[in-house]
């Protein structure tokens, strides 16, 4: 059986994970600008417009890449699928770093686009502020990165049914992002925190480095129980006479 090498599954996630970040998190700075030039107040019309973009993106990529990477576009999804033996240790730092080196290529692209415009309504950068605790964020990132990832588990497996697995993924994350948006940005992917938060910081804006460890602790945390929990609830045993 003939398969893509790696260079080209690299490539493949680094696009993949590009297109979620400009098309995802672009359209945040995208609906503030909008926003403002409006002087409208953001609305929870907004935030279902954002998941959807976001949604919508997934479901594109994995359709599109899916079959060549597997699309994993999140690091958190590496890490899981690597720590139950699903693909190899020895890939998956190639992986996260195409990640994330193509989180950074979108969040600039969204840049050359929106101008910095972007930069000044935050660049859809994840954060969180009061009155959500650091405690809280943190188990909203987890408990949503151990939703969407359980949910590529499930979708990913030969028993289930084959053929739409981006059509689950996608109204997970689009689900997630609606519930935890107003709490810390629904951020739920490593690459897509980093990329956003490196260009703005790059380009002048505010952000906040104290809280990265926050989140990626999270979503490296939620990942890996999602991935340990779909594989003790899903082991098949052999039955006895």
């Known amino acids: 059986m003939t398969e893509n090498n790696f260079r080209q599954r690299l490539f493949a996630e680094f696009l993949g994970t590009g297109f979620l970040v400009f098309l995802g998190v672009g359209s945040v700075p995208a ?13 929870m019309a907004d935030l279902g417009v954002i998941a959807f973009a976001f949604a919508m993106v997934v ?3 994995v359709f599109a890449i899916g ?19 699903r693909m190899s240790w020895r890939e998956a730092p190639g992986y996260i770093l195409a990640q994330c080196t193509g989180a ?15 930069v000044r309504v935050g660049l859809g950068v994840a954060a969180y502020a009061a009155p959500t605790s650091v405690s809280q964020a943190f188990f909203a990132e987890a408990l949503g990165t151990f939703i969407l990832v359980f949910v590529v588990f499930g ?24 519930a935890l948006g107003p709490v810390t940005g629904a951020s739920l992917n490593p690459a897509r925190h980093l990329g956003p938060l490196i260009i703005s910081a790059l380009s002048g804006g505010t952000v906040s480095w104290s809280q990265l460890p926050v989140y990626l602790l999270a979503q490296v ?8 929990t779909y594989v003790a609830v899903s082991r098949l045993r052999t039955a006895t006479a």
């Open 31 to 43: 609906a503030l600008i909008l926003q403002k030039n409006g002087h409208t107040s953001f609305t």
């Open 221 to 228: 945390v939620g990942g890996l129980l999602a991935g340990r």
């Open 155 to 178: 979708v990913i497996d030969q028993r289930a049914p084959g053929g739409f697995a981006g059509l689950p993924i996608g109204f997970a994350v689009c689900a997630i992002a609606i």
């Open 67 to 85: 079959h060549v990477s597997g699309c994993h576009i999140n690091p958190a999804v590496t890490l899981a699928l690597a720590s139950t033996g």
């Open 104 to 118: 950074v290529v979108g969040a600039a692209a969204i840049i050359a686009v929106l101008g910095m415009r972007a």
């Open 59 to 61: 479901v594109a990529a």
